[in-house]
């Protein structure tokens, strides 16, 4: 007998882990008998609740017509919302000159696309685009009165135009001043670090809906008459620096977890301030709080639909006007449905997206 | 180049008079007087809490003096920040705990600071950081994360982002005491490297066997006071002082 082989062994494969969905279903939902029996009654009790609802928003749904005849079967009536489209997206928009809401919808989707697709190169000119030339081009195009288009007072914007105007501003304003409102706080200048806590304290603690009443009502009565202030404009200063309060409290939970050796390593190497910051401390502290900061920027884009309060009509608005059409009487569910699974995709895509984006972050640190 | 090299060479790199420092009421550094000439090394040690870290911290003003003078490469430390940051460019430091920017690839650590403080294109900081990491042998991990390699690995990226910046003192503050036994010797040797090349250093450590190979002199201190200063030979036979004795005999008795 030889004590040693002839030939080598043949690399083995790994034990496989995942074999397609019924390996899944049997390693997760009916590993033994008990496992298997209370999946069973979790599945069979989340049918029976959740049947109606498939059986009202899908099977006994009306989807196609013009009409309130159109809604005949005892499910839910589409038409409403189908009738009511272009409200819900451009509100009181002129008709005619929809399609310059449609250039900034487009622009703004080929932006996020390209922003988010990892293959496409030079993220960096697209990110600054995306951040200081297309809220100028927006703004040109959706107010118009310069270079030849016409003017669309705010008044008319709505809809879901609106509500992403507002959260669009909400969320890339409030970031930056949340950021350097964090810094200040930290500040060793007593005039600087008062300044910020004092700010951020008196934002924190008023309620949003107090601050849309103070720009709509009060600060015209600070104002010259004379200075015309638009309402919206107001509106989303308000809602930028009430939502910069809570950003600046976010970062700064991140600044003060990142260690001061860090600080020092890179003044030891010759770095001013700023560089400091936004070379070293803020890329690794904002990175441990995107969690927060996407949570802040979900909170931000629901409370967008406040400014109704304040007279401005934004999707849940508009949609809530159309309810008191005495055409469409009676179709209340399928407005708020409608609307909540508007506000539920934009959430739950950046939600997701902030996932996505913290797994590539991860540079195997702990 | 820089301000400091068209000063003649008899000049001191590093001087300190009657440097005094309080944490509150807490007098931590008590009239330190040192010079140290150009191409010196030098190894503190010590007991915790005697000063050590604070007093090489001062040298690049990581920490504020309240008392006395510091003059670097001829550059008086004022609390002028352009003219700190003059003596901080000349200055690396290493620390104990490494401080790798651990968002930045080792490549990058080293060319953050020839990019944006020294103004060098990228091509040229990121040949210069190759060449340095080949020094310290290390230029195979270039483009990997600092949480990738091992303490001693990663102190040795900590070297040689410092070298990047061409500095012409290195401080360090207790380079090996976080670093496994095993990966104490191959930063040493790195140091001991760098010693025999020329580079003014500071060194804040209990490695006596690198202070009996390197040092120029080995300076001991005790509650924020240099108690004795002697050449490594005469430092560690005939220690003079009896708080130095009782040091000693701790540090090399077990
Ligand atoms: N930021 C601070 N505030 C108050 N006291 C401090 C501060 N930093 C250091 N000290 C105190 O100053 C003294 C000297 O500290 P230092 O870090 O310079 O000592 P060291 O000689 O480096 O000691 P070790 O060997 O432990 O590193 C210690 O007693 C320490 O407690
Ligand atoms: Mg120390």
């Given at each position: 007998?030889?004590a040693f082989?002839?030939q080598?062994?043949a ?8 074999r397609?969905v019924?390996g ?12 298997s029996?209370?999946?069973l009654?979790?599945i069979a009790?989340?049918i029976?609740l ?27 009536c589409?038409v ?5 489209w272009n ?12 399609w310059?809401v ?12 390209w922003?988010?697709?990892?293959k ?7 990110g ?10 927006s ?5 118009g009165?310069m270079f ?11 809809g879901l135009?609106?509500t ?7 969320i890339?304003g409030?970031l ?15 005039l600087?670090?008062?300044v910020c806590?004092?700010f951020i304290?008196f ?7 107090t601050v ?9 009565l ?24 809570y950003?600046a ?9 990142i260690?001061k050796g860090?600080?020092e ?8 301030y700023?560089?400091r910051?936004g ?13 927060g900061?996407v ?26 006007a159309?309810?008191t ?13 409608f609307?909540a ?9 950046m939600?997701r997206?902030?996932?996505y984006?913290?797994?590539?972050l991860?540079?195997?640190?702990k | ?14 001087e ?10 807490f007098h931590?550094?008590?009239?330190i ?7 010196e ?6 007991p915790?809490?005697?000063g050590k ?15 006395g003078?510091?003059?670097v490469g ?14 901080r460019?000349?200055?690396g ?6 401080n790798?920017?651990p968002?930045l690839?080792v490549?990058?650590?080293c060319?953050?600071s020839?990019?944006?403080v020294q103004k060098?294109?990228?091509r ?8 340095y ?16 390699l091992s303490g001693g ?8 982002r410092s ?5 012409e003192?290195m401080?360090?503050d ?11 010797k191959e ?10 090349e020329?580079?003014t ?11 009996k ?6 300076i001991?201190?005790?509650e ?5 200063e ?6 560690f ?8 004795q ?9």
């Amino acid at each position: 007998m030889t004590a040693f082989r002839e030939q080598m062994i043949a690399q083995r494969q790994p034990p496989d882990q995942r074999r397609g969905v019924i390996g899944w279903l049997r390693t997760n939902l009916f590993a033994g008998p008990i496992n298997s029996i209370i999946s069973l009654i979790v599945i069979a009790i989340a049918i029976r609740l959740l049947w109606p609802v498939i059986d009202w928003a899908f099977i006994e749904a009306d989807w196609v017509g013009n009409s309130r005849e159109a809604c005949t079967s005892d499910g839910a009536c589409w038409v409403f919302i189908s009738a009511r489209w272009n409200q819900i997206v451009y509100g009181f928009y002129p008709e005619a000159l929809r399609w310059r809401v449609d250039i900034v919808f487009a622009i703004f989707a080929a932006l996020i696309a390209w922003l988010i697709v990892p293959k496409l190169p030079a993220k960096k000119s697209v990110g600054i685009f995306a951040l200081i030339g297309f809220p100028i081009v927006s703004w040109i195009l959706l107010l118009g009165g310069m270079f030849g288009l016409d003017h669309v007072p705010t008044r008319l914007w709505g809809g879901l135009m609106l509500t992403l105007t507002i959260a669009a501003v909400g969320i890339v304003g409030s970031l930056p001043i949340g950021v350097l409102l964090a810094l200040g706080r930290r500040s060793k200048m007593p005039l600087v670090k008062g300044v910020c806590v004092v700010f951020i304290e008196f934002w924190r603690g008023v309620p949003l809906i107090t601050v849309l009443f103070m720009a709509s009502v009060m600060l015209p009565l600070f104002v010259p008459a004379q200075m015309e202030f638009d309402k919206l404009l107001r509106a989303l200063i308000g809602i930028m620096l009430f939502w910069s309060a809570y950003m600046a409290e976010v970062v700064r939970g991140g600044l003060q977890a990142i260690p001061k050796g860090q600080s020092e390593a890179g003044a030891a190497l010759g770095l001013g301030y700023w560089q400091r910051m936004g070379l070293i401390v803020l890329p690794q502290a904002l990175k441990l709080v995107i969690p927060g900061i996407v949570n802040t920027f979900i909170s931000l884009f629901k409370d967008t639909s406040l400014v109704l309060i304040i007279g401005l009509f934004d999707v849940l608005a508009i949609i809530q006007a159309g309810l008191t059409d005495s055409d469409w009487l009676g179709f209340a569910i399928e407005g708020y449905v409608f609307a909540a699974l508007i506000f539920w995709v934009f959430c739950f895509s950046m939600s997701r997206y902030s996932q996505y984006i913290e797994n590539r972050l991860n540079t195997g640190h702990k | 180049m820089s301000e400091a090299n068209a000063i003649s060479n008899n000049t001191p790199m590093i001087e300190l008079k009657r440097l005094n420092k309080w944490y509150g009421d807490f007098h931590v550094l008590r009239d330190i007087d040192l010079t140290v000439k150009r191409g010196e090394r030098i190894v503190i040690c010590g007991p915790s809490g005697s000063g050590k870290s604070t007093m090489i911290r001062c040298i690049n003003h990581l920490e504020e003096h309240q008392q006395g003078e510091i003059v670097v490469g001829g550059i008086q430390m004022t609390r002028d920040i352009k003219r700190i940051e003059q003596i901080r460019r000349n200055v690396g430091m290493v620390f104990q705990h490494f401080n790798l920017f651990p968002h930045l690839t080792v490549l990058e650590n080293c060319c953050l600071s020839p990019i944006w403080v020294q103004k060098k294109p990228r091509r040229e900081a990121e040949k210069t950081a190759m060449e340095y990491l080949e020094r310290v042998k290390i230029a195979n991990q270039a483009r990997k994360y600092p949480g990738q390699l091992s303490g001693g690995q990663q102190q040795r990226v900590a070297i040689a982002r410092s070298l990047c910046m061409s500095p012409e003192v290195m401080l360090f503050d207790e380079p090996t005491s976080a670093l496994d036994p095993e990966m104490i010797k191959e930063v040493l040797d790195v140091m001991v490297e760098l010693a025999q090349e020329g580079m003014t250093m500071l060194c804040v450590t209990h490695e006596m066997g690198f202070a009996k190979t390197v040092a120029d002199r080995v300076i001991f201190m005790d509650e924020g006071q240099i108690i004795e200063e002697n050449a490594p030979h005469e430092f560690f036979n005939n220690p003079r002082s009896l708080r130095t004795q009782t040091f000693l005999s701790q540090i090399l008795g077990h």
